[in-house]
């Protein structure tokens, strides 16, 4: 079966520190893999999603980046972390070509100091 | 572009009675509809979704949902609930033409179920 892991849980970044979350799944192949941000008190925002390795798509302009180096992994980065980076990260995947709906990660809260 | 609403962003509701969380979505054309729990500090967990056919769609956990395309709404429903049911809930709408889960989420609604 299908698993997505993604780590770590929680994370305390002082401002202007770099950032590196991973989200990686097995069980599958070419997968499209997402990057959904929730702030307090807020729904989901999409923030970059993929459709193969090396394309990556923002939605929204950000202090923030996405990789995708390998197929099954996917990285959100940032150079230099803002306080308004602050919330809760969600990783995500769906089945191209397959049944809709994506699932999702464990999610990390990240707090910027 | 699509948009979705969840009227409510907070229900609370006493544990067995029933409860409907609403959801109405912005576009009349074809449309995937869901609908996700996030437990606190946790992802999301797919609880039901509605891609064609019958637009009464059976979830996990007891709830179910009901399609209505001249209302474009998605309202979710649960005849009896428990106190395990809190939690909050999405709406998401994607659209069936492009070629991956570009998934619209509404804001929430918090769902608090009262001993």
């Known amino acids: 079966s299908q698993t997505i892991h993604q780590w770590p849980a929680t994370l305390v970044q002082p401002v202007g520190s770099p950032l590196s979350l991973e989200c990686t799944v097995e069980g599958t192949s070419n997968p499209n893999l997402y990057w959904y941000r929730q702030a307090a008190g807020r729904g989901l925002q999409l923030l970059f999603y993929s459709v193969g390795i090396g394309q990556i798509s923002s939605e929204v302009p950000q202090n923030l980046s996405a990789s995708r180096p390998q197929d099954r992994q996917f990285i959100l980065s940032s150079k230099k972390l803002l306080l308004s980076d602050s919330g809760f990260y969600l990783c995500?995947?769906?089945?191209?070509?397959?049944?809709?709906?994506?699932?999702f990660g464990q999610g990390t809260r990240l707090t910027v100091v | 572009a699509q948009s979705v609403t969840q009227l409510d962003s907070q229900v609370p509701v006493f544990e067995e009675a029933p409860v409907e969380l609403r959801c109405n979505y912005s576009s009349s054309v074809s449309v995937y509809l869901f609908w996700y729990v996030q437990y606190p500090n946790q992802g999301l967990q797919l609880l039901l979704k509605y891609l064609s056919g019958s637009t009464l769609v059976k979830g996990i956990n007891g709830f179910e949902a009901e399609f209505n395309k001249s209302q474009t709404s998605f309202h979710l429903r649960k005849p009896s609930v428990h106190i395990s049911d809190t939690a909050e809930y999405f709406c998401?709408?994607?659209?069936?033409?492009?070629?991956?889960?570009?998934?619209?989420f509404g804001p929430g609604t918090s769902l608090s179920v009262i001993p």
């Open positions: 998401a709408v994607s659209d069936p033409k492009t070629s991956y889960d570009k998934v619209i």
């Open positions: 995500a995947w769906s089945a191209l070509g397959g049944l809709p709906g994506a699932f």
